[in-house]
Nanobody
Framework: QVQLVESGGGLVQAGGSVRLSCVVSGPTLSNYVMGWFRQAPGKEREFVGWISQGGTYTTYADFVKGRFTISRDNAKNTVYLQMNSLKPEDTAVYYC???????????????WGQGTQVIVSS
């Protein structure tokens, strides 16, 4: 069974940047569409973006506005979420997830990491 472990979260100042990593073990990473989601306190989990199996295609939520970039290195079994120009409203637990087809719906993903906390201070 595929296992996902996120890392890279922490405290960052508004306007700063952080890169989250999701290391996948088990089956080959290239078999999966990888999605990123986040959940802020008191809010529902929301879609951030996804990247196709080969990394050619990406889709992002509107709130990203060009600030975030998802990439993947299948040889390293790792997916990244680069976040720039961070805002306090980006504060959330960020999750990576693996699925067989691209989707903005969390129920379409089969495996989830435990999440990593990002706190953006103003």
């Amino acid at each position: 069974q595929v296992q996902l472990v996120e890392s890279g979260g922490g405290l960052v100042q508004a306007g700063g940047s952080v890169r989250l990593s999701c290391v996948v073990s088990g089956p080959t990473l290239s078999n999966y569409v990888m999605g990123w989601f986040r959940q802020a306190p008191g809010k529902e989990r929301e879609f951030v973006g996804w990247i196709s199996q080969g990394g050619t295609y990406t889709t992002y939520a509107d709130f990203v506005k060009g600030r975030f970039t998802i990439s993947r290195d299948n040889a390293k079994n790792t997916v990244y979420l680069q976040m720039n120009s961070l805002k306090p409203e980006d504060t959330a637990v960020y999750y990576c997830a693996a699925g067989q087809s691209p989707s903005s719906l969390d129920r379409r993903y089969d495996q989830w990491g435990q999440g990593t906390q990002v706190i953006v201070s103003s």
